[in-house]
């Protein structure tokens, strides 16, 4: 490669399946982010509701350089400290009885569609492969995981669809009735605020009815976590506002590491029981590096108190995006999602006001359906909110409806 080419674009050797803006953020502390000439941005995306913690939380940046000076891998030939103590406080404080660490949400979601499909075959009922999954879904970019989430855009050019998914219409209540019922149904996998499809909380009701529905026909329910789980909507996970449903395996990542890369696949032991030596596994999963900044994440996460901070905090944005709503009649639609997990829907794409917000320092993310989509550390506090929304309103107000 010539030397001269290296001077021409700084990404043009970066695969390119991304198209970031021009910044280069190199320093991060609490809510804000800074770029390398020093510009200040109020960060309410958080790397799409990774930093939980926000930017170089004390406690985080403390455990990881302590243990960086001690271990860093040994691979899962061998147990690994951090990850039994971790395990154990996710027990302690869920429906699981099992634990599995992965690098990412997409390697959960894979531990969570294998891991169904084992239990049916382990009981005799090895036609039982079909996941159940609605439309909007985002569960992942690995082959299962774009199968599962079922969106054309990114299943074009990967060659066919795989089998054993089955995706219904968020709303169609006879249509999941119906496969529910078919012979070869294995799960219902639900996110129970979905991101990518636009920031859509579901009922209370509806998730109380996909449990009864699984226990009716003997079917398991998967809630994918990986976005709104970890606090983000005010409780530990999101589906425990709805009273008495507790899910048969849960797939979580982003918040639970602040930042750091890993994921979790929580189960119950009927669940985990087929899982034996030889049926899972992953190189790097639950390394020491990670086990230590999760065990501290899931600490301060985990306290009812910091929990009903997030309550408070989420209600006073949740007040100042209404105040949007109605200040701006004629170019939002709603207000979507719960807790630090939330949109403005918009009667245009989004973009342009995601690019006005960013020339004002505020990063904010998008999402389907038109929604401008906000996912902020669950530090922030009202000043923080205060600020958003001001940046908001004039965007909003400089936006040109096209």
Request: hydrophobic residues 40%; aromatic residues 8%; contains cysteine.
């Amino acid at each position: 490669m010539p030397e001269d080419s290296f001077h021409e674009d700084p990404r043009q050797h970066i695969l390119p399946v991304y198209r970031p803006p021009e910044e280069v953020f190199v320093e991060g502390q609490g809510a804000y982010l800074y770029t390398e000439d020093g510009r200040r941005y109020l960060d309410f995306i958080a790397g799409i509701a990774v930093t939980a913690l926000g930017h170089s939380h004390p406690a985080l940046v403390e455990a990881l350089r302590d243990q960086a000076g001690k271990l860093w891998h040994t691979s899962n030939m061998f147990r690994v400290r951090g990850q039994e103590e971790l395990a154990d406080k996710i027990c302690r404080d869920t429906f699981a009885d099992r634990v599995f660490f992965t690098n990412s949400g997409t390697e959960a979601v894979e531990c969570a569609i294998k891991t169904a499909r084992k239990y049916h075959w382990s009981k005799g009922h090895p036609e039982r492969l079909d996941i159940i999954t609605f439309t909007g879904a985002f569960h992942g970019r690995s082959m299962a995981a774009i199968n599962a989430g079922g969106n054309p855009k990114y299943l074009e050019g990967f060659g066919p669809k795989l089998p054993g998914f089955v995706h219904l219409e968020w709303s169609d209540h006879e249509a999941l009735k119906k496969a529910a019922a078919e012979p070869t149904a294995a799960a219902i996998f639900v996110e129970v605020v979905q991101g990518e499809g636009g920031v859509r909380a579901m009922p209370q009701a509806c998730i109380q009815g996909l449990r009864k529905m699984c226990d009716e026909h003997s079917l398991l329910l998967i809630f994918d976590e990986v976005q709104c789980g970890m606090g983000r909507t005010g409780k530990l996970w999101g589906y425990q506002w709805a009273d008495g449903v507790e899910p048969d395996i849960l797939c979580a990542a982003k918040g639970i590491g602040g930042g750091f890369p890993f994921g979790a696949c929580l189960m119950t032991e009927a669940c985990a029981e087929p899982m034996q030596p030889g049926s899972h596994g992953s190189t790097y999963g639950g390394n020491p590096l990670a086990m230590a900044v999760g065990n501290v994440v899931w600490d301060i996460i985990s306290d009812e108190a910091f929990l009903a901070n997030v309550r408070r905090v989420s209600g006073a944005l949740q007040q100042g995006l209404k105040s949007l709503s109605d200040t701006h009649p004629d170019k939002v639609e709603a207000v979507t999602g719960k807790g630090l997990l939330t949109g403005i829907r918009l009667k245009a794409d989004p973009k342009s006001v995601q690019g006005l917000c960013r020339d004002a320092n505020l990063l904010v993310g998008v999402a389907g359906n038109n929604v401008l989509r906000l996912a902020p550390p669950l530090v922030i506090e009202d000043a923080h909110v205060r600020e958003a929304v001001g940046v908001l309103d004039a965007a909003l107000t400089a936006w040109k409806v096209s």
